[in-house]
């Protein structure tokens, strides 16, 4: 289940390496490059302008802006509106919410450590984490002691996502931290990748145990200061203090065709796997250092960023030339011979992606303020930009807008998406009947790690529901205790449709976003309800776990 709107990190594995996830058999590859276009010509033509209120109207983004840095010169731009109740533009010192781009940042908080080794000698690459932090424990007594900061960073820790944890609980890092040991994992260490939020914000920990400052301390005083990014944050109240502007943060909802405000709803406690709010100007300072491997990284530091730790895919799927790779916080592409390091950012209300291309000394950020809208904006101006770098004619380029609706359409979901959930269902008359009356499944359902989810048959009225072709007609609804979605304009609405004996599907909605999983309950011998088993993320419904909470 991915609540995308509500979960307040890039719910998306799908936005932070977009491309990978998916096949693309119906790509043209087009013919080998010609002539690259000129380095010192300003990228953003009439035409890129056209391009992007084309693609801000159809995939309903209120505004964004772009920055591009070529041959050492940055041009950029602004494009639509900040706030369309005020009318106010976006200007390329606007601020948006910037997802998982705050990786790259955490990990090159991490890098700095790992390359002071005056102050730091203990703490390097694989230096087991649990030898820096006695307090981090998983599961697995294997994966406590021989988990290292370069599988946290690389996503191949063994945990899933387990996004679920951080929703609707206040929590702290060191109760995020306390929280691991409950978690099950979907894989041995070092086996898959899997992204995994949480090992941001625990990287986020050991920055700001170790050094005693915040991560914005940190970050502000060792790497944004030195590179004069002086409009880049975590938290709005010092861009507030320092007279920034700030875009507020939209959402479509298909079902109505209304853009709501997200009221620059976010969550303080994943700051280290996102939050980071900064401009495309500032994301220009951020890009060129990278680009020319300027301190405060070190050589050794840039050298295990960009390094290649994770295996995202083993497969190689065109237009792409190689696999997907993972190193610190940037996924690692070859397109038509040319390195993309990128990274994408989704977060409640907004959609960023950094790309560099280091062979073109070329690099660029666009940040939005619609989260599954600039999923889709941020590929297909990327695609634009590369395109036209490695000189690609007009005529012969993939038809990235209907390449990118193609895969979009593939994940949307729909009764196709609830029927994979259980595909060897028995015909509709031979499903089971629920063992026990409805109301005997009402009660408030806990977790050590998870929140707390109340259950109850007295369901809401909806205009639509979202239930499953096969289904018994029974229904049950659920929601997190003491979440706090509600700033946010809209419900989340979970629908438990009952599919046959102890099974049914619980669908998640808000905002036009939508989601499945698998759910059983368990009975004991004198009939009561004792847990139900929930799979709250992918990796989990690969692998067929559940996270079991009983019955309080
Ligand atoms: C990059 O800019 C410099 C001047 O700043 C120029 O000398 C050089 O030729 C440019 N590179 C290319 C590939 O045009
Ligand atoms: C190493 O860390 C110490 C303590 O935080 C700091 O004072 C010093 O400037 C750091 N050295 C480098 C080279 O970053
Ligand atoms: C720094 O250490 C003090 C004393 O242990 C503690 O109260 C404070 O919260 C720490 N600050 C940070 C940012 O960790
Ligand atoms: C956008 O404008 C409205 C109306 O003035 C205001 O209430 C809201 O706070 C603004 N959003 C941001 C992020 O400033
Ligand atoms: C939303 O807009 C689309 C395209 O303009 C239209 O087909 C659809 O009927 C509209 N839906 C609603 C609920 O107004
Ligand atoms: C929800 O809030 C109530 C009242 O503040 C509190 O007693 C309860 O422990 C909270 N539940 C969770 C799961 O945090
Ligand atoms: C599945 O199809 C049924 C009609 O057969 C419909 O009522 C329901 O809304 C559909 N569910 C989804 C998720 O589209």
Redesign the pocket.
């Known amino acids: 289940m991915r609540l995308y709107s509500v979960l307040c990190v890039t719910a998306l594995a799908r936005a932070c390496l977009a491309l990978s996830d998916e096949p693309h058999e119906q790509i043209a590859l087009g013919q080998p490059f010609h002539e690259s276009e000129d380095v010192n010509v300003d990228p953003l033509t009439e035409a890129f302008n056209a391009k992007v209120a084309h693609v801000l109207k159809h995939y309903h983004v209120p505004g964004l802006a772009v920055s591009v840095v070529r041959n050492g010169t940055t041009y950029a731009k602004g494009y639509g509106l900040a706030n369309t109740t005020t009318s106010t533009p976006v200007t390329p010192d606007t601020l948006f919410f910037a997802g998982s781009t705050t990786k790259a940042h955490t990990a090159t908080a991490v890098s700095l450590l790992v390359a002071n080794n005056t102050h730091y000698p203990h703490i390097q690459w694989n230096t087991p984490l649990h030898t820096l932090l006695p307090e981090f424990i998983l599961s697995d007594p294997y994966a406590t002691t021989h988990l290292t900061l370069t599988d946290i960073l690389s996503h191949r820790s063994g945990l899933p996502r387990h996004d679920m944890v951080l929703f609707g609980?206040?929590l702290t890092l060191p109760a995020v931290v306390e929280k691991l040991k409950y978690l099950p994992m979907t894989e041995e260490i070092r086996t898959e990748f899997q992204y995994c939020n949480l090992m941001y914000v625990v990287a986020a920990h050991l920055i700001e145990k170790t050094t005693n400052q915040s991560l914005y301390e940190f970050l502000k005083e060792n790497l944004w200061s030195p590179l004069n990014m002086r409009s880049t944050y975590l938290d709005t109240a010092p861009a507030l203090a320092d007279k920034r502007e700030i875009s507020e943060g939209y959402f479509f909802n298909p079902s109505t065709n209304k853009t709501l405000a997200t009221n620059l709803e976010y969550s303080p406690v994943i700051r280290g796997a996102g939050n980071i709010l900064t401009s495309v100007n500032d994301y220009a300072k951020w890009v060129s250092a990278l680009l020319a491997r300027a301190p405060p990284i070190s050589e050794e530091g840039y050298a295990a960023l960009f390094g290649a730790h994770s295996i995202v895919a083993p497969v190689v799927k065109p237009p792409f030339s190689a696999p997907d790779l993972y190193g610190f916080g940037w996924a690692l592409q070859n397109y038509k011979g040319l390195q993309i390091i990128q990274h994408g950012g989704a977060q409640v209300g907004f959609g960023a992606f950094v790309v560099l291309l280091p062979e073109k000394e070329t690099g660029f950020a666009i940040l939005g303020n619609d989260m599954m809208g600039m999923n889709q904006v941020s590929l297909i101006l990327a695609f634009e930009i590369i395109d036209g770098l490695l000189g690609i004619k007009q005529e012969e380029r993939p038809d990235w807008e209907k390449i990118i609706d193609t895969l979009f359409a593939g994940l949307k979901f729909s009764n196709e998406t609830l029927a994979a959930l259980y595909p060897d269902l028995p015909d509709k008359d031979s499903l089971l009947p629920h063992p026990l009356a409805l109301d005997a499944y009402s009660g408030r359902y806990?977790h050590p790690a998870y929140?707390?989810l109340k259950i109850t048959a007295r369901c809401p009225e909806r205009d639509v529901l979202k239930n499953p072709e096969k289904w018994t007609g029974a229904r049950l609804c659920a929601s997190?205790?003491?979440s706090t979605s509600g700033s946010m304009s809209v419900d989340l609405a979970l629908d438990l449709f009952h599919v046959t004996g102890t099974f049914w599907t619980l669908v998640s909605s808000t905002a036009g976003m939508d989601a499945g999983a698998r759910v059983e309950f368990r009975i004991s011998a004198e009939g009561k309800v004792t847990e139900v088993g929930v799979e709250f993320d992918d990796m989990m419904q690969k692998k067929e776990q559940k996270i079991w909470l009983a019955r309080a």
């Open positions: 609980q206040d806990t929140p707390t997190f205790e003491n």
